[in-house]
């Protein structure tokens, strides 16, 4: 089991760049999840995917974030363009199941990035 | 959702019990209570999850009281890696879980 996989580790990048984040899920979850902690907010839920669909975007800060899932192996957050306030640890996390739900979220380890 | 209450921080002694408690007054019947922990800035880490009875795993065992208004999580005999943060969580309406600020677990020698 490789667990969630997230690319890049690390992100470093001058303000006003794309950025682009990366997830695999667990094969055969059909939950994901995106999160962002800072020091500041601890760990918020930006989005949600179940079956590929989103299903709550409301932690997304605003219009310059978005996420995708194409295929149930595959999920992306952009962010366009980007601002050092971005800078943040952002966490993906998968599960089996929806509402709820006794199935755990299992997290990768994060991609830390920091725009300058 | 039901939001948790937990201690800032606590410290326990290497080899000792570490008992973690948490209030959640305001669950439903079908909430689940979850607890994670995060070591660095590591992912959070699922360590046991309960609905109504005790649970118990090969980390730790989840005690849940009756009215299931509170829990405690205890972690029989804490070692030194077990310092982290830990988070009792309720799981929402939705499937998603939303993070409070945890309890600080030091664990001294």
């Known amino acids: 089991d490789a667990g969630v996989i997230q690319s890049p580790r690390h992100e470093v990048t001058e303000m006003g760049q794309e950025v682009t984040l990366r997830c695999k899920p667990i094969?055969?979850?059909?939950?994901l999840f995106w999160y962002r902690q800072t020091m500041m907010r601890g760990l918020e839920l930006l989005i949600y995917?179940?079956?590929?669909?989103?299903?709550?975007d409301s932690g997304m800060p605003e219009d310059r974030f978005s996420a995708k899932m194409p295929n149930a192996s595959f999920s992306t957050l952009k962010i366009q363009p980007s601002e050092p306030r971005d800078s943040a640890v952002y966490f993906c996390?998968?599960?089996?199941?929806?509402?709820?739900?006794?199935?755990?979220?299992?997290f990768g380890n994060g991609t830390r990035l920091t725009v300058t | 959702d039901a939001k948790t209450t937990q201690p800032p921080s606590m410290d326990c002694a290497e080899g000792r019990a570490a008992n973690l408690p948490c209030n959640h007054s305001?669950?439903?019947?079908?909430?689940?209570v979850y607890w994670y922990r995060q070591i660095h800035s590591q992912g959070p880490q699922y360590i046991i999850h309960g609905l109504k009875n005790n649970e118990t795993n090969e980390m730790a065992s989840l005690i849940i009281t009756e009215d299931r208004k509170s829990s405690t999580l205890i972690l029989p005999h804490a070692t030194l890696r077990d310092t982290a943060v830990y988070y009792c969580?309720?799981?929402?309406?939705?499937?998603?879980?939303?993070f409070g600020k945890g309890t600080k677990l030091s664990v001294k020698p």
């Open positions: 969580i309720v799981r929402g309406s939705q499937g998603n879980l939303i």
């Open positions: 094969s055969g979850h059909n939950s």
């Open positions: 995917f179940n079956n590929n669909v989103p299903i709550d």
């Open positions: 996390a998968s599960s089996l199941g929806r509402q709820g739900s006794g199935s755990p979220l299992h």
């Open positions: 305001t669950i439903s019947g079908n909430e689940y």
